[in-house]
């Protein structure tokens, strides 16, 4: 089992709907991610948060928009996604960004996302 | 910028065959090096990790892999594969200055 717990695991919205993804972590990491997984591919990093600010946007379409309210949780806001969106969203947490033991992710069981 | 290849993309094992699973990266400076695995339907878990010392590591079931320095290499091994070894590896490196960098994966498939 992993201690990122993501929510919801399975989630088809059309491409006019806001939906939220959900991701929480109990392990007092002060770094999170979010990664999209396209079947077959490797993940690819989308943000990261690091002390709950955005540090990373790899150039992300602002239909995807992260929040993190607070060191535990951190979303990822939906909003009129295409076909082409589909994918598998992985959540990570690590101790602290650009530290020494950087890149021990631990990543939650994903959100699989179908835009139809 | 950081990068990482895996040349093996499919690789088909009988039980009790060696693995060995090539990882090269890219980057002249001081390196965390990793292997996830990913079983089906699973989440990504860490096989192994290497951030300094004895450039042997060993992990989980029965993996290890060397960190070779001067051929910028983290090749994954094993001795004897199980049909439950089954599953997508990556190798995946972090320099520090950005987030973790995947590499394309590779999928083992075991035979029973």
């Known amino acids: 089992d992993t201690e990122v717990t993501q929510t919801p695991k399975h989630l088809v919205m059309g491409m006019t709907n806001k939906k939220s993804l959900k991701c929480e972590q109990h392990?007092?990491?002060?770094?999170m991610y979010w990664y999209k997984q396209k079947a077959k591919k490797p993940p690819e990093l989308m943000f990261v948060?690091?002390?709950?600010?955005?540090?990373i946007n790899e150039s992300v379409p602002s239909r995807f928009s992260p929040e993190c309210p607070n060191s535990s949780l951190l979303n990822l806001h939906l909003h009129a996604l295409q076909p082409e969106d589909s994918a598998l969203y992985l959540c990570?947490?690590?101790?602290?960004?650009?530290?020494?033991?950087?890149?021990?992710?631990?990543f939650g069981e994903g959100s699989r996302l179908t835009v139809l | 910028a950081q990068s990482v290849s895996q040349h093996n993309h499919h690789v088909i094992l009988s039980e009790a065959a060696s693995l060995e699973l090539g990882c090269n990266y890219s980057?002249?400076?001081?390196?965390?090096l990793f292997w996830y695995v990913q079983y089906p339907g699973q989440h990504l878990q860490l096989l192994l990790k290497?951030?300094?010392?004895?450039?042997l590591v060993k992990g989980i079931k029965g993996f290890e892999a060397e960190f070779i320095k001067s051929k910028f290499s983290f090749n994954l091994r094993k001795p004897s594969v199980q049909w439950s070894d089954t599953a997508e590896y990556f190798c995946?490196?972090?320099?520090?200055?950005?987030?973790?960098?995947f590499g394309s994966g590779t999928r083992l498939q075991v035979q029973p």
């Open positions: 990570a947490s690590s101790g602290l960004a650009g530290g020494p033991r950087t890149g021990e992710l631990f």
């Open positions: 392990m007092g990491h002060r770094a």
């Open positions: 948060y690091s002390y709950e600010k955005l540090s």
């Open positions: 980057y002249g400076g001081t390196v965390n």
């Open positions: 290497y951030f300094s010392g004895d450039p």
């Open positions: 995946a490196v972090n320099t520090g200055r950005r987030a973790l960098t």
